[in-house]
């Protein structure tokens, strides 16, 4: 806040220089909204994903999936504390949409609806793309 344009520029360059990928300027809560999301999330989701009394049984029945969605779980428990606590209502703000997108898919599980199953995975699938392609595009630019 308050910092040049020059300021701002030279802090820029020198992260880029450092070896950062890219450096996007942001104010305070569109940073907080997205860190909920992109960072603070993945923890909650893959610490409580790794409390299931079935992870201790993984080995041999794994690959990628597992270590990718558990590899977080390893963290500062006091710190991600604070950080969570600290951007408390965005995050709870994600558990609530992430929370209800596990409860469709339980309710089409319990339903037996594989059509309501596989529209659900599709929704994901078609997401992920649509990300990926932007993602790619703004790295163009």
Known sequence: VGASIEAAALVKKLFLEIGFFRVLPSDAETHDRVIAYTSQLCHILSSSYVASPTAER?????AGSFRDL??????????????????KDNLIGELDFLIARLAAFRGALEKGGEGELEKLFAEGN???????KATREWRKS
């Open 58 to 62: 993984h080995d041999g029945y794994s």
């Open 70 to 87: 558990t590899r977080v779980a390893r963290m500062n428990p006091k710190m991600w504390t604070e950080l969570a606590a600290d951007n």
């Open 126 to 132: 078609a997401r992920k793309e649509v990300i990926e």
